[in-house]
């Protein structure tokens, strides 16, 4: 029960709500040493996909939305030089016809 309080405490200092907490020091406190269970690997899940959320938000926003917007800007540049050489290849048709 000492390393089940211990780390309830810790985990509650560490700004975790007192259900996660809970579940999570008694899936991982187990007197007998046996893995966690199901609700200990799915807390630990979830708080894995909420610490990657802030950190991705923490880096200027969402990665995926990032991508895309230099997804785009490489397709417009693409855009801008093939109509570029398409003009260039008009004019100098149109030079060589006068």
Do not use: C, I
Not at 11 to 22: E, N, V, Y
Not at 42 to 55: I, R, Y
Not at 67 to 84: G, H, L, V
């Amino acid at each position: 029960m000492a390393k089940d309080k211990d780390l309830f405490d810790t985990l509650r200092a560490s700004g975790l709500r007192k259900k996660a907490a809970s579940t999570l020091a008694d899936a991982y406190s187990k007197a007998d040493g046996s893995p966690p269970g199901r609700a200990g690997r799915k807390a630990v899940n979830d708080l894995k996909s909420v610490v990657a959320e802030l950190e991705d938000r923490a880096k200027g926003g969402p990665a995926k939305r990032q991508a895309s917007a230099k997804k785009a800007a490489a397709t417009r540049k693409r855009k801008a030089n093939q109509r570029s050489a398409a003009a260039k290849k008009a004019a100098r048709t149109r030079a060589r016809s006068k």
